[in-house]
């Protein structure tokens, strides 16, 4: 198991810059979430750090040793793919031994190691099947005991789940956390969906357009995120963004109080409110709200308001029966009101 | 930092060194000929004589003909191969029983060498030993059963049909190729559409095998221009140039007159011409590229 | 129902078109000479004759140039897939600075007719004791057949999911020999189209033959049939005979591998 360390790293194709300059600590034994929106550079930056494409600048070091020059297969990590890329023409075993035999392993050794894999991923029984008999799930973990069969210093993960349904998404999710446990493996793992960087990551890097917007665990960026782009990506359902404006007595949009907070004057801010921390009270006893519109999840219901003219969406686990037109109160805690500044994105703090 | 970054010159060396060996720079040399009098056997010549040859080209009635013909020779064959292979295509896109053994046997005629069919053809085409002049007078296409090839108004139609029956099952197989890899669902959601076959075939089909197509038919162009296989064959070119094309002119300047100079000559007019064909296609693709 | 039929109609009249000429070079051949020209239209002779077939395998140098021709059609073959796979390959999976170039080579090398480049050949191979023998037109056919096979091949190539070769070179393995060991295995009905692709055109090769080869024991089965028609002044019945002979492997080949051809030329044919 190793640590990686990444600093400075660049890389354009062609003309396009992809990644602009990216700085990341990894730990040992630690479980990295890449997230972002398509396009972002997160897979690219997995892809450098495996070697397989060339870095622009910068420097990546695995255990403390430069791998810029050094070839994949010299890495030492095993990648699990998102189409999983297993070998169609080879039965799981085959597909679990090549990294080994490649190595020129004894081949005791190396049925050992692959029984033992096998076993802990429930794959014992299909070790002799090619991989279009298996089911999607199936070869989901084949991919991963081709990568665990062979102890690498670290693993990379891309995007492994994409292919999966939500229920199989949600199951392995859970092996792949609780195999990390075991293995107290340094793992990167590339994702855009962001349940599945807050349920799995140490720490998460959000990215976008090639830069690293927050670094920090799935709580700091949940509570404490650093910008607009952070709050919005994070969090489900996706924060609430308003347009209002500072002034002496608190922030005001359209009229309406919104937290009452002496502080700076001047201009126009954005407000986060995320959906989870407002609350429905009396027409009279909260801020005038219109509702627009229910949508009800079976635990909860996500109320559509129209709160001074612009929308708000409410999740609450309160089922009272609501219908559209209907007049509610909305409650607001003054510290769930986030400040962003509209020009950049970038979170006031200091409140 | 550049590592691995010779791999790829590894692995078409192989391919550039032999085409460049034994195409490319006997080509140069070939053109160069075409500056030169160069007659076979004949050890006095071999002088620069500049653009002589070309001079001469202008002015050889020979080689306007030749000119017209194959133009004439190359948009029919292609045409007519292209038409009848999309139609087999189309045909064979569907599921019909024994379908796996017509296709290959349907495709036989692509392994028959370009001679032979000749060969073969000229014969079917001889009313002393073939069938069809009689065939053709019955069904009333012909006032007499003569060999068509004899006759200079319809002679170019007798290695135009042998080209076209060699020809057909290369079209066929690459756009039934084309064909078998548009997804199913677009059709299906034309004819939810309420779109029908023509329409489909219009709107979905055509646009999506262009880019293929545009390919294919250039490649394709440019290597029946340059067949001059069958013609020498069936023909030599005859009667009276009327089925002689520019490559098989060259073909009789330089093995019967022996005239490589001239020869050549003619051969680089020939490939500058189609060099000017290739690129105008390829900036029509890149234009429909970027429209689509 | 009876677009059904229409259809089964056409593709009848396709078949027919496309066997026609076949069945009748069949037919010159078991026809007696004496009634070739008298039967000459009609669809099978009056009396069946294999003395034509038996004539070119026992009086004619016939079953020698089948044998060059098998000789250098299969080494051809076998030589240009190897090279071609590798350009393909090449062109597949790398980016690399001259790429437009090797590929507008590829291109150009089929534009121009190959009369052109024979006396040049000729001039080229001569000094090298290369004319006159097998191993020059083997090298000569090699070179003329590569573009298209690499161009096949690439499409073959296509196919396959890039990561897969990045799969085995993050489990230790060099690229070089990902491709032997993963890629290749994949590309076998790929291998045989190409392969057998190259097999036909060599087989059905004229100019070459004849001009570099003059002996008989280097000719190659295209010349030896032209040479039917000096030496006995057309003897249709004994040409067709081994011409038909001469058609049966290629024929045979190119039965067994069309269906290939169609399925590696789908995964690359949209995507141009």
């Known amino acids: ?351 | 930092m550049r590592r691995g970054a010779w791999e790829p010159y590894f692995y078409v060396a192989p391919s550039v060194l032999l085409i460049a060996a034994i195409m490319v720079a006997p080509l140069i040399t070939g053109l160069s000929y075409a500056f030169h009098d160069i007659i076979l056997l004949d050890p006095l010549s071999g002088d620069f004589v500049g653009f002589d040859h070309f001079r001469d080209m202008a002015e050889d009635d020979s080689f306007w003909t030749a000119l017209a013909n194959t133009a004439v020779w190359t948009s029919v064959s292609v045409a007519l191969q292209f038409g009848l292979g999309l139609a087999l295509a189309l045909l064979l896109n569907h599921p019909l029983p024994g379908r796996r053994l017509v296709q290959a046997l349907i495709f036989l005629p692509w392994a028959v060498p370009g001679f032979l069919s000749g060969l073969t053809w000229a014969w079917l085409f001889n009313p002393v030993i073939g069938p069809l002049p009689h065939w053709l007078k019955a069904a009333g296409l012909m006032a007499e059963a003569s060999n068509i090839l004899s006759d200079p108004h319809v002679a170019l139609w007798g290695p135009i049909v042998a080209n076209v029956w060699w020809g057909i099952p290369f079209f066929a197989i690459t756009l039934l190729a084309a064909l078998q890899s548009i997804p199913k669902d677009i059709y299906e959601a034309a004819s939810i559409d309420g779109a029908g076959p023509w329409r489909q075939f219009c709107r979905i089909t055509l646009p999506l095998l262009a880019p293929t197509i545009l390919l294919t038919v250039m490649l394709r162009t440019v290597w029946v221009a340059n067949f001059a296989e069958l013609i020498v064959v069936m023909t030599k070119g005859g009667p009276a140039d009327a089925t002689q094309i520019l490559a098989s002119y060259i073909f009789s300047l330089a093995f019967q007159r022996l005239d490589f100079g001239y020869a050549s000559a003619v051969a680089a007019v020939l490939l500058l011409l189609l060099l000017g064909y290739a690129a105008a296609v390829m900036a029509l693709r890149r234009a429909m590229a970027e429209r689509g | 129902m009876m677009l059904r039929v229409l259809r089964i109609l056409a593709l009848a009249a396709f078949l027919l078109f496309a066997l026609f000429p076949l069945f009748w070079l069949l037919k010159v051949s078991v026809t007696p000479t004496d009634l070739l020209y008298g039967e000459g239209v009609r669809l099978w002779p009056s009396r069946m004759t294999l003395d034509h077939y038996v004539s070119v395998l026992r009086h004619t140098q016939f079953p020698l140039f089948f044998r060059n021709s098998l000789i250098v059609s299969a080494a051809t073959a076998i030589l240009s897939t190897v090279a071609a796979s590798a350009a393909g390959y090449a062109f597949s999976r790398f980016r690399f600075r001259g790429k437009a170039w090797v590929a507008g080579l590829l291109l150009v090398s089929q534009m121009f007719p190959l009369v052109i480049i024979v006396a040049p050949i000729f001039r080229l191979l001569a000094p090298l004791g290369l004319t006159n023998s097998l191993i020059g037109l083997i090298v000569v056919y090699t070179a003329v057949n590569v573009p298209f096979a690499a161009f096949l091949m690439q499409s073959f190539f296509e196919a396959i999911p890039k990561d897969l070769e990045e799969a085995a070179m993050m489990d230790g393995a060099t690229r070089f020999q990902a491709l032997r060991q993963v890629i290749l295995p994949l590309t076998l009905p790929g291998l045989a189209a190409t392969g057998g692709f190259v097999f036909s055109a060599a087989w059905s090769e004229l100019l070459f033959a004849l001009m570099l080869n003059s002996s008989a024991s280097v000719s190659t089965f295209p010349s030896g049939l032209l040479g039917f028609i000096s030496k006995f002044s057309v003897d249709f019945g004994q040409m067709m005979a081994a011409a038909f002979l001469a058609l049966l492997p290629v024929c045979a080949f190119f039965f067994l591998i069309q269906r290939h051809l169609v399925q590696g030329l789908t995964a690359g044919a949209v995507k141009g």
Request: aromatic letters at 4%; proline letters at 5%.
């Open chain 1, 1 to 351: 198991m190793a640590a990686i360390s990444l600093s400075g790293v660049h890389k354009n194709y062609g003309a396009v810059p992809v990644l602009k300059g990216i700085d990341l600590e990894i730990a040992d034994g630690e479980f990295v979430v890449l997230v972002g929106p398509s396009g972002c550079g997160k897979s690219t930056l997995l892809r450098l750090i495996a070697g397989l494409e060339e870095i622009g600048g910068g420097l990546i070091r695995i255990d403390g040793r430069l791998v810029n020059d050094i070839a994949p297969k010299d890495r030492d990590l095993a990648m699990v793919f998102q189409s999983y890329a297993l070998y169609p023409h080879m039965t799981v075993r085959a597909n679990m031994s090549f990294a080994l035999k490649q190595r020129r392993l004894a081949p005791g050794l190396i049925d050992r190691a692959v029984e033992e894999a096998a076993a802990k991923l429930g794959l014992s029984e299909l070790l002799d099947r090619k991989p279009r008999a298996l089911s999607g799930g199936q070869r989901q973990r084949v991919a991963m005991g081709r990568a665990i069969v062979r102890q690498p210093k670290a693993f990379l993960f891309d995007e492994p789940l994409s292919n999966l349904d939500a229920r199989l998404r949600e199951q392995m999710r859970y092996e792949i956390r609780k195999l990390h446990g075991e293995l107290g493996a340094t793992s990167v793992y590339v994702t855009h969906d962001q349940i599945e960087a807050m349920t799995m990551a140490d720490r998460i890097v959000a990215l976008k357009d090639g830069v690293i917007q927050q670094i920090g665990a799935p709580a700091e960026l949940y509570d404490d995120p650093a910008n607009l782009f952070v709050a919005g990506f994070i969090g489900s359902p996706a924060m609430n963004f308003l347009d209002a404006e500072l002034t002496a007595d608190g922030v005001m949009a359209g009229g309406l109080m919104l937290a009452r907070r002496p502080g700076p004057l001047g201009g126009k801010v954005t407000v986060g409110l995320r959906p989870e921390r407002m609350a429905i009270v009396a027409a009279d006893s909260g801020l005038p709200a219109r509702v627009d519109l229910v949508e009800p999840t079976g635990l909860a219901q996500l109320v559509h308001l129209d709160l001074a003219g612009q929308r708000v969406k409410l999740f609450t686990t309160d089922r009272r029966a609501l219908t559209p037109g209907d007049l509610v109160g909305l409650a607001i805690r003054p510290d769930d009101v986030l400040l962003f500044d509209p020009a950049g994105g970038k979170r006031l703090s200091g409140w």
